[in-house]
């Protein structure tokens, strides 16, 4: 196993573990990774996941990361990083909290200490979750985190591990502040993704029901972005004990997201009944991306134009049918 000082000098000879490999961002990473020539264990107990390719140079293990066999798992690889995607839906958290902190906290925990004992850095997907209610204005890094689910809370108690890690066993450590991603990896649900729950009810019929102000502002940012983002950060060594936003750094209102995706499917605005009804716990008015880390760290030139990004994702969703 290599050190986490000493990663490998080429994808050819570099093993990359991915947890999440069949969810939306874990996929679409996978396959980014393949392309680049690195071999990828992808991991999934495939409850919300469902990609599954197929490479020479990937290996499936059917595992949830809350479970010991996982850990006792890994150590029959040599992994030289990690890109930890897999968690238990924030939408379900206020549901099933206990199966979100046995997943999203502990379970993580035991991954990073793995981690941290064999040296393998680690590439942590947070979330945009952490910041709750904030001053309606590009929200930076440095924001007092103020979450308001307990989905949010395990992504704090995950970075914070980190970073403990990283002070007490020098573990090199990635964390990626996803806002809200979107594209075509998501099972259809009512619960998980912004896009995804509007997308799905509107691929059933002519009725959204919306949980929450229609002004609500989000930060939409494509998965084949988001995936690009993770592969700079295995990359440049300056992104490795940063905390990082994931996002666009434009503003779309709940409203303007839904009459988009109507345009995309090609029916017309007065055809489609919008219902609101009362908001979820926890749910922020403003979550909107300050990128100027990403974009200093990273190098990342604009990419974004919904439009395309959303008439991308139901082109993709019409030819799987």
């Not at 999440?20 to 392309?35: F, K, M, Q």
């Not at 599954?52 to 290996?59: A, E, H, K, Q, W």
């Not at 890094?141 to 970073?163: D, H, Q, S, V, W």
């Not at 450590?173 to 995804?196: D, E, M, T």
């Amino acid at each position: 196993m290599t050190t986490q000082h000493q990663l490998k000098s080429t994808s050819a000879n570099q093993t990359v573990l991915v947890t999440g490999a069949a969810g939306l961002i874990g996929s679409a990473t996978t396959r980014l990774l393949l392309s680049k020539n690195y071999r990828v264990i992808a991991c999934d107990n495939f409850s919300i996941g469902t990609w599954r390719g197929v490479s020479d140079s990937l290996i499936w293990d059917t595992l949830d990361v809350s479970s010991r066999s996982f850990i006792e798992r890994l150590n029959s690889y040599d992994i030289d990083l990690v890109i930890h995607c897999a968690a238990h839906p924030g939408g379900l958290s206020l549901a099933e909290p206990v199966r979100d902190v046995e997943v999203n906290a502990l379970g993580s925990m035991r991954l990073f200490e793995w981690c941290a004992k064999v040296g393998a850095p680690v590439i942590f997907t947070s979330s945009a979750s952490v910041y709750g209610e904030q001053p309606h204005e590009p929200i930076k890094e440095i924001a007092p985190l103020n979450t308001g689910t307990i989905y949010g809370a395990c992504k704090i108690a995950c970075e914070r591990f980190l970073r403990i890690l990283g002070e007490g066993y020098g573990l090199k450590w990635v964390v990626l502040r996803l806002f809200s991603v979107f594209g075509a990896g998501h099972r259809p649900s009512k619960f998980q993704g912004i896009v995804n729950v509007m997308l799905t009810q509107l691929l059933a019929g002519n009725r959204v029901v919306v949980k929450g102000p229609l002004d609500r502002v989000r930060d939409l940012v494509y998965v084949n972005d988001v995936a690009d983002i993770i592969y700079k950060s295995i990359c440049i060594p300056e992104a490795f004990g940063q905390i990082i936003n994931v996002g666009t750094g434009n503003g779309t209102t709940i409203r303007d997201l839904i009459h988009a995706l109507i345009r995309a499917l090609g029916r017309e605005l007065e055809n489609v009944e919008i219902v609101q009804e009362q908001g979820t716990v926890g749910d922020p008015f403003y979550i909107v991306a300050d990128c100027s880390k990403a974009k200093n760290i990273l190098k990342l030139a604009s990419q974004y134009d919904l439009e395309h990004d959303l008439s991308e994702v139901i082109r993709q969703l019409n030819n799987k049918i």
